[in-house]
């Protein structure tokens, strides 16, 4: 009798532990996926160069001449080339190059990150 109770009470303690280390491991997942979720953008917008040209248009003036556009997909090499100009790039940011001014805008955030006259 003394004996079942015994591992009545070491398979209840076994229950319990199992039951802690569980809701830890489920609150370091939905932490870490909210960390995540919240510091990096997981889906980058996707517009084409025309769109990204009208997003930045509403958010300053920009000059009346040709542009190019270009969407960034290695910033880490920008930064290694160009460190001043690009320091704050990210990957899916567009470059909206002018012959007089240079943008960089986020679409995910729908912001200007620089703006630079040439």
Not at 79 to 87: E, G, H, I, K, S
Not at 100 to 116: A, C, F, K, N, Q
């Amino acid at each position: 009798m003394k004996e079942s109770q015994g591992a009545s009470k070491q398979l209840g303690s076994s229950i319990k532990r199992f039951i802690v280390m569980a809701s830890l491991v489920a609150m370091v997942f939905l932490f870490s996926f909210l960390f995540i979720k919240n510091h990096f953008s997981l889906v980058q917008p996707v517009i084409n160069d025309h769109d990204a040209v009208v997003h930045v248009g509403r958010l300053m003036k920009l000059p009346d001449e040709s542009v190019h556009v270009s969407r960034v997909e290695t910033p880490e090499l920008l930064r290694a080339v160009y460190p001043d100009l690009y320091q704050d790039v990210q990957l899916g940011d567009y470059i909206l190059e002018y012959k007089t001014m240079l943008i960089i805008y986020r679409p995910g955030e729908d912001r200007i990150i620089r703006s630079v006259n040439k």
